[in-house]
Every structure is written in structure tokens, then in C-alpha cells.
């Protein structure tokens, strides 16, 4: 048996190394990432537990239900 498990958070990377990215492209990459992955999943009929910090949460509530 195989378990997997995603964090999922606004893409902020670029901050760390002192570049500017804006709010709105940290959820869009972020998004792009999580459908990425649930398509995946969906493909190879797997499943996996995800952890996700409430300020994404809140930004995606089509893709992560309230």
C-alpha cells in the first residue's frame, strides 16, 4: 500500500530569496499546482490526504470546500 500526502500553500518561494511576487500569481501557481496533482490522482484512481494552510483554503473554496 502506498500513502501520500500533499501541503498545499500560497507560493511564496520567491519572498524567501527577497523577490517580489504578487498575491494573486502565489494562488494562481499554487492552483495550477493542486489541479495538477488531482488530476493525477484522479487518473491513476488514487488517493491521498492533503494539508492545506487556511489563507489558500480560502482562495480556491471550488477546488478545497469550505
Known amino acids: 500500500m502506498i500513502y ?3 501541503d498545499i500553500e500560497e507560493f511564496d518561494m ?3 530569496y527577497g523577490y ?3 498575491f494573486e500569481r502565489q494562488i494562481a501557481i499554487s492552483r495550477e ?3 495538477a496533482i488531482l488530476d493525477l490522482l484522479k487518473k ?3 488517493k ?3 494539508f492545506s494552510t487556511v489563507v489558500f483554503a ?3 473554496p471550488d477546488l478545497i470546500p469550505p
Open 33 to 35: 499546482g493542486l489541479t
Open 48 to 50: 491521498a490526504t492533503f
Open 44 to 46: 491513476h484512481n488514487a
Open 20 to 22: 517580489d511576487i504578487a
Open 58 to 60: 480560502e482562495q480556491v
Open 4 to 6: 501520500l500526502s500533499f
Open 14 to 16: 520567491p519572498k524567501e
